[in-house]
């Protein structure tokens, strides 16, 4: 670790690469720690949940990644290049669609192609014709062909979610953060979307780094899961999934599967209990 | 009768019969023209002087339009100012609080001691009157877009030039229309103080002269003109933004045009 502090940029192989990163809000007197000393290593094609109990610090790995928040003290690497200085492709997902209310669905999955290079040259003369195709298809996969034209209130939380993960995908991202995107949706259009998740994952084999409090997902959709505690935040445990792919829920009633989430539960469920004891 | 096609007709007999009761009323207590002219009589005078009034008329449209054009332009350029920098913010809103509550009418005779009488005063006015709707909509617009759309541009690694044209703008534009529609009618009430004042053309002159000789249904004729421009000019921003905006009210016939 220490060595790889003192080469500093040097490329590296890993697509995300935290080293000790701290992250604190807050002045002197009401300092929170939302992040402790955080190393994290993805590599490339790696599918990583993090899941914890909620004010853990999951969501603010992603800002850092994302690039959208700054860490107080240590280094992130994306792509073997500090954060900020590189050109990695970004897809994001959120917990709410964020689908922009103006534009059609199909305009709203081809935005990504308007602002991201090398996608952004030629936008306004292949909007009508390539791009156009390219965002068609990719909703095709996600079962909403035929829905390019709809504006995201006439669709359902489920279809909106889809068409935002279109988005996502839709600039070939390296990096594919989710940030809960099925949290707010009812069980059978998550696992729905779970099956086409993880289809995507396959077929275009993104680096995922996917934050959730659904273990069941976590287990479902990760190849790795870190589990994280609060206050201060950190990752208190790193675990390979060995379920082999496609998955399908079927899978989540075998009793490994069963008795991964368990062991996973009982972890967070002892970190709460010993954070409530000390307050 | 469908329910909208009833509404329509209720809502036209309605405003009709607001102006036969002012006619009935006129007529009932003979009340002399030199005091409140029949609707009848001012319509009247309106078409029978016509070629005298329409110079006025034109006048008066073109400076509003101008003034409303001019003041659209700062309006938003301003807007966008004060609604993405908070500094902007800080050293413009007292200031434009501070100047929008000066009556006009007070200034009129300060743009006459610089520009002269006459039409670029009428456009001053128009233009200063409009402006402050516009830019406090505009720049409430802007700075209430959601955190969660600027994000999604963001982690895109967009400018925030990009960020203003495909979120920030499109975001504001319920915003402006709204403003848009205060601002149409307010621009018509500068022009005509400016004509009022310091003018020798448009309807602000044409009533002041009518009711200095007592010209009564002349003057009523001029109202009913301006308030005539002023419905047009709503109606033909509400179309615009029927069209524009129709995400923002859910509307079926913005998606059909989409």
């Known amino acids: 670790m220490n060595q790889a502090l003192a080469t500093g940029v040097a490329p590296r192989n890993p697509v995300i690469d935290l080293e000790r990163v701290n992250v604190t809000f807050g002045g002197e007197k009401n300092k929170t720690v939302a992040l402790a000393e955080t190393s994290l290593r993805i590599e490339k094609g790696e599918f990583v949940a993090l899941v914890g109990p909620s004010g853990c610090g999951k969501s603010t790995i992603l800002k850092l990644v994302a690039g959208t928040l700054s860490p107080s003290e240590g280094h992130i690497f994306v792509t073997g290049r500090e954060i900020g200085a590189n050109e990695v492709r970004i897809g994001m997902a959120f ?69 935002s993960l279109c988005r996502a995908l839709i600039h070939d991202p390296t990096l594919l ?23 995507l994952w396959i077929e275009k084999k993104p680096t995922v780094l996917l934050v959730t409090h659904d273990l069941k997902e976590a287990a479902y959709l990760a190849s790795r899961i870190c589990v994280m505690q609060a206050r201060p935040g950190r990752i208190i445990e790193d675990s390979t999934v060995p379920f082999a792919r496609p998955r399908t829920i079927d899978v989540s009633f075998e009793p490994d599967f069963v008795s991964l989430t368990q062991r996973l539960r009982e972890r967070i469920v002892a970190v709460r209990a010993v954070k409530e004891q000390q307050p | 009768m469908k329910p909208d096609t009833r509404r329509r007709v209720l ?12 006619e009935a009323i006129c007529l009932a207590f003979g009340v002399s023209d030199m005091v409140l002219p029949r609707p009848t009589q001012a319509v009247y005078t309106l078409v029978s002087q016509f070629p005298a009034i329409w110079p006025h008329a034109f006048q008066t449209i073109y400076t509003t339009l101008v003034g409303l054009g001019l003041g659209i332009l700062i309006g938003v350029l301003l807007g966008m100012l004060i609604g993405s920098s908070r500094l902007a913010y800080d050293v413009a809103y007292p200031m434009l609080v501070g100047f929008s509550s000066i009556p006009k009418v007070a200034i009129v005779p300060i743009l006459v001691l610089w520009f002269g009488a006459g039409t670029v005063p009428a456009i001053l006015t128009a233009m200063v009157m409009c402006v402050f709707p516009i830019v406090v909509n505009v720049a409430t617009g802007l700075a209430s877009t ?18 203003l044209w495909n979120i920030g703008l499109p975001r504001t534009m319920p915003y402006f ?3 848009l529609k205060v601002a149409a009618t307010l621009a018509f009430v500068g022009t005509v103080i400016a004509e009022t004042v310091a003018s020798n053309r448009g309807i602000g002159n044409l009533m002041m002269i009518a009711s200095s000789s007592f010209d009564v249904p002349l003057v009523f004729a001029g109202l009913f003109i301006l308030a005539g421009l002023g419905v047009t000019l709503y109606i033909v921003f509400s179309a615009i933004e029927a069209r524009v905006t129709g995400w923002a009210v859910r509307s079926d016939d913005f998606v059909s045009n989409g």
């Open chain 1, 95 to 163: 917990q709410n669609p964020t689908l922009l209310p103006w534009l059609n669905i199909r305009d709203n999955v081809m935005m990504p192609l308007k602002i991201v290079p090398p996608f952004k040259h030629g936008y306004a003369k292949k909007k009508k014709g390539e791009y156009r195709e390219r965002a068609e298809a990719l909703l095709a996969k996600v079962g909403l062909s035929g829905f390019g034209e709809k504006f995201p209130w006439q669709l359902s939380g489920g279809m909106q979610q889809r068409a």
């Open chain 1, 177 to 199: 953060l989710l940030d809960e995107p099925f949290g707010a949706l009812d069980q059978f259009t998550r696992e729905e979307l779970w099956e086409i998740m993880q289809n």
């Open chain 2, 11 to 22: 809502s036209a007999c309605c405003i009709l019969g607001s102006f036969v009761a002012w």
């Open chain 2, 146 to 163: 959601e955190p969660e759309l600027q994000d999604v541009m963001r982690t895109l690694k967009a400018t925030k030039l990009e960020i």
């Open chain 2, 177 to 179: 229309f709204a403003s």
